[in-house]
Structure formats: structure tokens, C-alpha cells
């Protein structure tokens, strides 16, 4: 296998076993490439993981996360790791809203195909907009340059309020207002452009590390990779074009010739390892609120919520769920405090009464880069000037934002550019 300098590529020594760093290492074994893993935390998964709670003695994940059936490095991704089969959804893409300002519920039932007729039926499309609405979707199409969402479309209107706002603010964990229009033109383009089929929602089960991290792991060991846990690296040596060494508190390990580094670390990480890097420095939050409380009996897998402290709510079959994007203020909140809204939310869009189940709140600050026009310019390249290091992440330039498919997607390329 030759490596992009010209050598055989013999190792790859692949640093942060987040989804990027799994799905580089995946690619990389898979084509029978020597790979070593190391990561910094006792377990693999990054922001995308599961654990065991001890106030809810359950096993649940850092946070609810939602792909889409049109994710393809995703379903590639999983297709390899034997895991295609753990992640759930329903065969169509409908989606359930519920206003809690005025207790208006709707159903989207978008037509699988990418012609959009179901636009044209009352009863499939957004209460209160017109056919001819959608076509301001169009106006996220084409090149976008550093235009904001507000440059580029009006943000008025029930499109906007009751489908668009909701799903840009997950999608992009970025208040729409700021945020890039190139990166919400990229999902469109990706989701809504693509017909039903391709945005049908779906979550993993039962849970995020037996989905996307336990399969990986075994996929790696029965290739023989090497998995160190506990191990953050300290300083890579640069020498001329090259990497020659990882520094980490057991000692340095030393990237011989032929051999290759993926840095897949976050990006505040990675710019202290590589001397000159331009990377996203601006992040968002997103808050969860868990809820041990089964689902009632009908309730939708997922609920967007319009006007509450709740954006959406997920039912899983042993509890109820909830994810604010773009959380900023509310992750200086406290947790009692977040607990009652959640559930006050909870409580009116699926009509419970009783008193609050025992609940986790669990905040990631760094989420997310915030996904703004000045930050998405600051992501830089897989490739780097030195010929055996490559970088991967979500907020490396995927054209995406930080999602799974992104973090994925940047792995695959990572492991193409090193060889
Ligand atoms: C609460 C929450 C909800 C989300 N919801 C969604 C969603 O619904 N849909 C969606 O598509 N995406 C969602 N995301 C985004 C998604 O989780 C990320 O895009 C993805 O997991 C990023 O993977 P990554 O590998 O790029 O980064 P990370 O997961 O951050 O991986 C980096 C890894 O590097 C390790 N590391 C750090 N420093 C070192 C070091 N010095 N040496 C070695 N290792 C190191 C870290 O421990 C970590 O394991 C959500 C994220 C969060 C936090």
C-alpha cells in the first residue's frame, strides 16, 4: 500500500478514538493496514457515547443523537462493523410537532421520493403554510460563500417557525439566525432536497456505544489493532515534512518510516499538537434532560417542541428524553431547575400527570463548533504540510456540520489522504 509520501504504509497510528478516529481506523484495517489507537479517556465513543448512570442505574447515552436514513457514510460505516441493524426508526419520514404557546399539534408526512408533492397536500404539510412557501428552500441552493441563514432567506412565516427554525437549530446546534447558510444549504441538500426517503429519522439501540463504538472495537481487534485507553497524547515531534514521534505519559512512541498519524482530536487538542493550526475556536452547548419514566402508550418517537424549554423530546422504551441545541444560557442553569421545566414540557405534550421520575441533566459546553460562516472558514483540510499527518473530526472541512455523518465522513477521508 503506498502512502502519500511515495512509501509503503505499513502503521497508522490513529490518536482520539471518537467517531472520526474509529471510522479512520475502520477504513484503515479494513484495507489491512496496521493501525494503533490511543485515547485519552477510559472509553471510546468521545462525544457519542454511552455509560452508566448511577442515579437512574441505567445505561444512557451523553446525549440523544438523531441521523437520517440519507446519512451515507453513516450506513456505510455501520455496514462494515457489522451494525446496521442498531439504529431504529419508522419506515416513514414523519415527523410529530406540538406548540406549547397555543397546544397546536401537527404531522409532516413527507412523499418518499424527491419530488415533493406532499407539499401540495394540506393534510401532509405544515399547518399554515401554502405549497408555493417551500419554495423558499431554493434560496439555500448554489454556492453560498459567508452569507448567514438571515442573508440568505426570509425568516418569517410558518415554514420557518414550524419546520425550518426547529431544524436548522439541531441540525447546526448554531441559533439559525448566525448561523451559515452554506452549511444549512449542505444539509438540505443532503435531507429535504432528497425526498422522504432520505430524512427518515433514526436513533441508535440501544444506545450510541452499542451501535457505533462496540462493533468498531471489535471490528479493530479482530484485525489486530492496537487499543490503549488512558493515554492522551502530549506533543508530536515534527521532523522536515515528517511526524516521527507520539508523546504520551508512558513515553514517546515512535512513527517509523512508512507509518502515519491521524490526529482525530477536538480541535482546541489538535491545535495545541500542531504547531500553526487554524481551527474552529467557538462552541455551543447542548443540554439533555433523562427522564426514567417509560413512554406512554402512542407516544411518538420524537416530538419537536415549539415555545418550551424543550426543543424535542425522544421516547425511548425504558424513558423520556429531552435536547436543547445552541444551550448556552441554560447550561449555567441549575440542574433542579432544568429538571422542572423539562418536565413541565414533558408533562403537557404528552399529557402525563404525577410527580417528577428520577432524572439526569447532563451538559456538554462543547457540543458543537458553533456553526457560524467565521467559524465554518477556520476548519482546516484533512491533508497537512507534513506528508504522514492527516487530521479528522467534525469540525475539520466536512462541508458539514458537526454531526455524525460529518465526524465519519472525516475519518474515511483522513484515511484516503494518508494513503
Ligand atoms: C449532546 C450531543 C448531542 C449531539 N447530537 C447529535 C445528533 O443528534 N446528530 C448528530 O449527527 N450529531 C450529534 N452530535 C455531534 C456528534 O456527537 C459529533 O459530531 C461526533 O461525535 C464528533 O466525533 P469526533 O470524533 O469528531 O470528536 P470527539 O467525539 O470529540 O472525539 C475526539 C476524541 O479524542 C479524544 N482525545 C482528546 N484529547 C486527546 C489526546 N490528547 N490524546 C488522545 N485522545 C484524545 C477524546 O477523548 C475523544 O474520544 C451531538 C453531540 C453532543 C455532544
Not at 490518536?15 to 489491512?32: D, I, M, N, T, W
Not at 408555493?132 to 415554514?159: H, S, V, W
Not at 432536497?193 to 436513533?203: E, N
Not at 462552541?283 to 416530538?303: C, E, M, Q, S, Y
Amino acid at each position: 500500500m503506498k502512502g502519500r509520501e511515495g512509501s509503503t504504509l505499513t502503521r497508522v497510528h490513529v490518536v482520539g478514538a471518537g467517531l472520526a478516529g474509529l471510522s479512520a481506523a475502520v477504513a484503515l484495517a479494513a484495507r489491512g493496514v496496521a493501525v494503533d489507537l490511543i485515547e485519552a479517556s477510559a472509553q471510546a465513543g468521545g462525544r457519542c457515547r454511552s455509560y452508566l448512570d448511577p442515579v437512574l442505574e441505567m445505561t444512557i447515552d451523553n446525549g440523544n443523537h438523531l441521523v437520517l436514513s440519507g446519512n451515507r457514510a453513516v450506513f456505510n460505516y455501520l455496514r462494515v462493523i457489522g451494525a446496521e441493524d442498531r439504529l431504529i426508526g419508522p419506515d416513514e419520514a414523519t415527523l410529530d410537532f406540538h406548540d406549547l404557546r397555543d397546544g397546536a399539534r401537527w404531522t409532516i408526512r413527507p412523499n418518499p421520493g424527491p419530488l415533493p408533492w406532499w407539499v401540495l397536500s394540506p393534510r401532509r404539510r405544515i399547518p399554515g403554510t401554502r405549497a408555493a412557501d417551500y419554495l423558499a428552500l431554493l434560496a439555500l441552493t448554489g454556492p453560498q460563500g459567508a452569507r448567514r441563514i438571515d442573508q440568505a432567506m426570509a425568516r418569517r412565516g410558518p415554514l420557518w417557525e414550524r419546520l425550518l427554525e426547529p431544524f436548522l437549530l439541531a441540525a447546526l446546534n448554531t441559533e439559525p439566525r448566525s448561523g451559515s447558510a452554506a452549511l444549512a444549504g449542505a444539509v438540505i441538500g443532503e435531507s429535504l432536497a432528497r425526498g422522504g426517503k432520505a430524512y427518515r429519522p433514526r436513533v441508535a439501540h440501544p444506545g450510541l456505544s452499542a451501535a457505533f463504538v462496540d462493533p468498531a472495537l471489535a471490528f479493530l481487534a479482530a484485525r489486530g489493532a492496537r487499543v490503549r485507553f488512558g493515554q492522551p497524547a502530549r506533543a508530536l515531534t515534527f521532523e522536515g515534512d515528517r511526524v516521527t514521534a507520539i508523546a504520551t505519559a508512558e513515553g514517546d512512541i515512535a512513527v517509523g518510516d512508512g507509518e502515519a498519524v491521524i490526529l482525530a482530536t477536538p480541535p482546541w487538542i489538535s491545535r495545541e499538537l500542531v504547531p500553526g493550526l487554524e481551527a474552529p475556536d467557538a462552541f455551543n452547548a447542548i443540554v439533555n434532560g433523562h427522564f426514567k419514566l417509560a413512554p406512554p402508550t402512542g407516544a411518538p418517537p420524537i416530538v419537536g417542541v415549539i415555545g418550551g424549554a424543550a426543543q424535542w423530546i425522544f421516547a425511548f422504551p425504558d424513558r423520556l428524553s429531552v435536547t436543547v441545541s445552541d444551550a448556552g444560557a441554560m447550561a449555567d442553569q441549575g440542574r433542579d431547575d432544568l429538571a422542572h421545566l423539562f418536565w413541565g414540557d414533558i408533562a403537557a405534550v404528552l399529557g402525563l400527570s404525577g410527580p417528577l421520575p428520577p432524572w439526569r441533566i447532563v451538559k456538554e459546553r462543547r457540543a458543537t463548533f458553533a456553526a457560524t460562516p467565521e467559524q465554518n472558514a477556520k476548519r482546516p483540510p484533512a491533508a497537512t504540510r507534513w506528508g504522514n499527518l492527516a487530521l479528522a473530526g467534525d469540525w475539520t472541512a466536512t462541508g458539514l456540520p458537526a454531526t455524525i455523518e460529518g465526524a465519519i465522513r472525516s475519518g474515511q477521508t483522513a484515511a484516503a489522504v494518508i494513503g
